[in-house]
């Protein structure tokens, strides 16, 4: 079954303290892997999209990496406006439309 | 660009009432998707329009739910009769043309309650 699991379910850090989140996937043919972030009270922000193993991109003090079976988004020294549910989302085999959504991590920056 | 604009924000009503959403999406974008999510089951397409045709409405409810798009700047999602099992906050998000998933971009969403 494809589907994409992300971990942990929330995650509580002090300001500086960098980490990592996690979204791994079980999907055949992996066309994109899309990482968003969402504020609460709003929709969700684009952030990153993926294509294939190896693959890594850099926003400020976020990075997204890829590989076979799961992403990461690492977060270096972060600062409380980080603070935000992180989606990850990959297309569903077939479509070049439809996303299978994870359930998020919630990540919660202390000062 | 002033983004994707959803109205109302936030919708109280009560069961049987029908409901009416609202979106505008960003100029230039052919796709229109519309997406429910709840802390069960989180975001959930519901339809997937292209060229304002309706491609996808596999993830529509029931019948109790229709969405339609008249034109490239507007669409709506109608829930007649709405039931307390609806609430869940709506969103509407567009696509650029020839891209993938990645260029969706998201309005604020309506928060609906459904007494």
């Known amino acids: 079954e494809d589907q994409v699991t992300q971990s942990p379910e929330a995650l509580r850090l002090q300001e500086g303290e960098s980490s990592s989140l996690n979204c791994s996937y079980t999907?055949?043919?992996?066309?994109?892997l899309f990482w968003y972030r969402q504020d609460p009270g709003k929709g969700p922000e684009f952030l990153f999209t993926?294509?294939?193993?190896?693959e890594e991109k850099e926003k400020e003090r976020l990075k997204a990496t890829l590989t076979k079976k799961e992403s990461f988004l690492h977060i270096t020294a972060p600062k409380p406006e980080d603070s935000a549910t992180y989606l990850c989302?990959?297309?569903?085999?077939?479509?070049?439309?439809?996303?299978?959504w994870g359930a998020g991590t919630k990540l919660i920056i202390k000062p | 660009d002033a983004g994707v604009i959803q109205s109302p924000r936030h919708e109280v009503t009560e069961m049987g009432q029908e409901v009416t959403l609202r979106c505008k999406p960003i100029?230039?974008?052919?796709?229109l998707f519309w997406y429910r999510q709840t802390m069960m089951r989180g975001l959930e397409l519901l339809i997937y329009?292209?060229?304002?045709?309706?491609?996808?409405d596999s993830g529509m409810p029931e019948d109790r739910f229709s969405a339609k798009m008249p034109n490239a700047s507007f669409s709506t999602l109608k829930i007649q009769p709405s039931e307390p099992r609806d609430s869940a906050v709506y969103f509407c998000?567009?696509?650029?043309?020839?891209?993938?998933?990645?260029?969706?971009?998201f309005g604020p969403g309506t928060r609906l309650l459904v007494l």
């Open positions: 998000a567009s696509h650029e043309a020839g891209g993938l998933g990645e260029t969706q971009y």
């Open positions: 100029s230039g974008h052919n796709s």
């Open positions: 329009f292209n060229n304002n045709v309706p491609i996808d």
């Open positions: 999907v055949s043919g992996l066309r994109g």
């Open positions: 993926l294509y294939s193993a190896g």
């Open positions: 989302a990959v297309l569903l085999p077939g479509s070049n439309y439809q996303l299978i």
